[in-house]
């Protein structure tokens, strides 16, 4: 295994289920070379075909953990337990946690993951992300593009 992914994981027409797929748009351009993006709805399935092959995975999502609107949460597989990132008031009802589960059981983990959150305010339908959630963005952005620069592959390519 080899290379970073970054995974942008939402749907922008159930409101701030949308912002995962708003932090890997805002963080696209500072993101070192090589690394690939992929935006995706959190079907299990293709979660894991987004990350075959790598070594590090960043992901963000929306999260739901009980914490205000807007609050940015991260969470590294293996250290602690991720949070929901599906559920009530999504629009699936899978999602990151059912992908580690089926990939750890298929031996498909990568080696790091590490799951940038934004907690969710309004998940109805519609467009648009709620005021909290869209102030929260920028900064979520910043620390995704943090995360892929301490990937060990990209370490050893400038170190």
Same mark, same amino acid.
């Given at each position: 295994?080899?290379?970073?992914?970054? =995974?942008? %994981?939402?749907?922008?027409?159930?409101?701030?289920? !949308?912002?995962?797929? &708003? @932090?890997? !748009?805002?963080?696209? /351009?500072? $993101?070192?070379?090589?690394? #690939? @993006?992929?935006?995706?709805?959190?079907?299990? *399935?293709?979660?894991?075909?987004?990350? &075959?092959? /790598?070594?590090?995975?960043?992901?963000?999502?929306? @999260? #739901?953990? !009980?914490?205000?609107?807007?609050? =940015?949460?991260?969470?590294?597989?293996?250290?602690? *337990?991720?949070?929901?990132? #599906?559920?009530?008031? /999504? /629009?699936?009802?899978?999602?990151?946690?059912? &992908?580690?589960?089926? *990939?750890?059981?298929?031996?498909?983990?990568?080696?790091?993951?590490?799951? %940038?959150? %934004?907690?969710?305010?309004? $998940?109805?339908? !519609?467009?648009?992300?709620?005021?909290?959630?869209?102030?929260?963005?920028?900064?979520?952005? #910043?620390? $995704?593009?943090?995360? @892929?620069?301490?990937?060990?592959?990209?370490?050893?390519?400038?170190?």
């Amino acid at each position: 295994m080899s290379g970073v992914v970054v =995974i942008g %994981i939402g749907n922008d027409f159930r409101r701030d289920d !949308g912002a995962g797929l &708003a @932090v890997v !748009g805002a963080a696209r /351009s500072g $993101l070192p070379e090589g690394v #690939r @993006v992929v935006e995706s709805d959190g079907e299990p *399935a293709r979660l894991l075909d987004a990350w &075959a092959g /790598s070594d590090t995975v960043v992901v963000a999502d929306a @999260v #739901r953990t !009980g914490a205000p609107g807007g609050t =940015i949460h991260r969470f590294e597989l293996g250290r602690e *337990a991720l949070p929901a990132t #599906r559920g009530v008031g /999504s /629009s699936h009802a899978l999602g990151l946690g059912e &992908a580690t589960n089926l *990939a750890a059981a298929m031996g498909r983990l990568p080696a790091r993951l590490v799951l %940038i959150g %934004i907690e969710a305010l309004e $998940l109805g339908e !519609g467009p648009g992300l709620s005021a909290a959630v869209a102030r929260a963005v920028p900064a979520a952005a #910043r620390q $995704l593009v943090r995360e @892929v620069q301490r990937a060990p592959e990209l370490a050893e390519r400038t170190g």
